[in-house]
């Protein structure tokens, strides 16, 4: 059975009124709602004992010098887990921001007493660690223990008193208690009184102390801020990728024009050759003004010429001339020709002249090699 906690026992709700204080006060109290808490002491007043047999758990809340039993919740055996009941009373604890001390029953562990000399005092808790099995039934790997009082005798000598419990005891408990979604404070163990204020907790250092109550509000201004930052910073990334993504296709324009460069280079050295070509084939053409010109200056004036025809440096001449026997010795006899022979039978002809006067003639045509890039030497 598990029933509500007193309001007339804590108090008002302590959970924060957000429309009546402001968005920042909501928001901070929010933000420490969620934060862990721990006391930075053992409390004496207004906490809630949840006291573990090993079958059920006993929640009894204490404040105001009153005890106020909550009920008690069974351990689940099965897989249903805890009833409706339960699973309220825990929700009603986590939102009371009361101190959660689970209590272990005497019977699960037990106390005991040690002597030392003072100057144990310094490093006291690694001392009896070593001393644990000689104390108790467990060591120090398989028990927790803590110093419920220490008193210096008149001896000069430390008595000290120690709780002692099994870790399983201790993590068996504790997962109790998470099944309910329920972080205790303090674990101890019970003493002659089970629910007087704790003198000892196994679980010292397992929790953060709770932070000062405007920190969540700064933390939560430095979320935000971190926020803006991280938007402006993405828009800022994505600019500077865009400006790479720009510098990359430039690059890799760069590098296919690079890649195209042998190709441009092997065109234009192919159009060179070209060129060349054309410029040999046109210097080893013989030139027919200068052909003519040196033919002019050959031939003697008893040669008339009908046609001259020069193709692929080969000279045709077709004409008369009173001394057509000499015209082949004429013409090889200048460096401009060469093989120059009759391509056919000379004709014997009269031809006129002024005043009814005739002269014999004889019509020849004849051929030569013209030599290329000969130059008229006057």
Known sequence: MARPMSEALFGADPRPQPHSQGFFAWWGSELAALWPTRRSGLPRDNFVVALYDGHALEVVAIGRGRIEELGIVDCPTDERGFDRNADLLAEQIRHSGLPLVLRLDGALGLETFDRLPKTARNDLRQIIANRLDGLTPWSAETAVFDTTSITPGADGMLEVSLAVVPKRVVRKATEVLEQLGLVPDIVDLAEADNFAPPTHDFARGGRPKRLPRHVPVVAGLLVFAGIAAGIFAFF???????????????????????????????????????????????????????????????????????????????????????????????????????????????????????????????????????????????
């Open 236 to 378: 800022e990334l994505e600019s500077r990728a865009a400006v790479l993504d720009q510098r990359r296709a430039y690059a890799t324009m760069l590098e296919q024009r690079l890649e195209d460069l042998p190709s441009l280079h092997q065109r234009i050295e192919a159009l060179k050759g070209e060129e060349r070509a054309v410029l040999e084939r046109h210097l080893a053409r013989p030139s027919a003004l200068v052909t003519v010109e040196t033919l002019s200056r050959v031939l003697p004036d008893t040669v008339w010429l009908e046609s001259l025809t020069l193709v692929d440096g080969r000279l045709t001449l077709t004409g008369y001339s009173t001394a057509v026997s000499e015209l082949p010795s004429l013409l090889e006899g200048s460096p401009a020709f060469e093989a120059a022979a009759f391509t056919a039978s000379n004709e014997r002809l009269l031809m006129p002249q002024n005043e009814g006067e005739a002269i014999e003639v004889d019509r020849f045509s004849l051929q030569a090699n013209v030599r290329p890039n000969t130059e008229f030497a006057p």
